[in-house]
Antibody
Framework: QVQMVQSGAELKKPGSSVKVSCKASGDTFGTHAVSWVRQAPGQGLEWMGRFIPILDMANYAQNFKGRLTITADKSTNTSHMELSSLKSEDTAIYYC????????????WGQGTHVTVSS | DIVMTQSPLSLSVTPGEPASISCRSSQSLLHSNGDNYVDWYLQKPGQSPQLLIYLGSNRASGVSDRFSGSGSGTDFSLKISRVEAEDVGVYYC??????????FGPGTKVDIK
């Protein structure tokens, strides 16, 4: 069974950047995309963007364009999500999820990474 | 972007009774291939979301047959035939048609009476 394992919690200062990693078991990125979704405290789910390794391209939600970079390396089955110019409103749990290609459902999900932005 | 709405936003159910959640999209999610690009997820307390239903009506691997998805176009529903204690959590629908801007509904919180 495919699993997505994410890096650990981060505490960042406003204005800095955070980079979260997500390692998939098996050859997930040979057939799947990887999406990143975040959840602010007590809030719902917000899709941020994705990387499609088989096309070597990324899509980003409009809210994050210009400060979000998502990459994925097929050789290591690892994706990275980097968010820059952090604000306190970026405090959230960040999830990676394998994304079926081309039908786009999200499965499996990583365990989540807590990112806290505070001075 | 496609806006997803859900109703009700919270639901309290007696064990063994059925439950139904509605999801509506601001644009049709029916693809020319005949599939409806809506998926359902359950986030149990303290856990990551998990896939329940994909492409409108297909149960994900390992999901109980008590769960079913239906609907087409802009109106969809998730039904639980007999609610069990393990079904508590927040249920989200997500549109997966607009590939540069996937969007989730606000979530429906289900608890047990």
């Amino acid at each position: 069974q495919v699993q997505m394992v994410q890096s650990g919690a981060e505490l960042k200062k406003p204005g800095s950047s955070v980079k979260v990693s997500c390692k998939a078991s098996g050859d997930t990125f040979g057939t799947h995309a990887v999406s990143w979704v975040r959840q602010a405290p007590g809030q719902g789910l917000e899709w941020m963007g994705r990387f499609i390794p088989i096309l070597d391209m990324a899509n980003y939600a409009q809210n994050f364009k210009g400060r979000l970079t998502i990459t994925a390396d097929k050789s290591t089955n690892t994706s990275h999500m980097e968010l820059s110019s952090l604000k306190s409103e970026d405090t959230a749990i960040y999830y990676c999820a394998g994304q079926s290609w081309p039908d786009n459902w999200l499965d499996p999900w990583g365990q989540g990474t807590h990112v806290t932005v505070s001075s | 972007d496609i806006v997803m709405t859900q109703s009700p936003l919270s639901l309290s159910v007696t064990p063994g009774e059925p439950a139904s959640i509605s999801c509506r999209s601001s644009q049709s999610l029916l693809h020319s291939n005949g599939d409806n690009y809506v998926d359902w997820y359950l986030q149990k307390p303290g856990q990551s979301p998990q896939l329940l239903i994909y492409l409108g009506s297909n149960r994900a691997s390992g999901v109980s047959d008590r769960f079913s998805g239906s609907g087409s176009g802009t109106d969809f529903s998730l039904k639980i035939s007999r609610v069990e204690a393990e079904d508590v959590g927040v249920y989200y629908c997500m549109q997966s048609l607009q590939t540069r801007a996937f969007t989730f509904g606000p979530g429906t919180k289900v608890d047990i009476k």
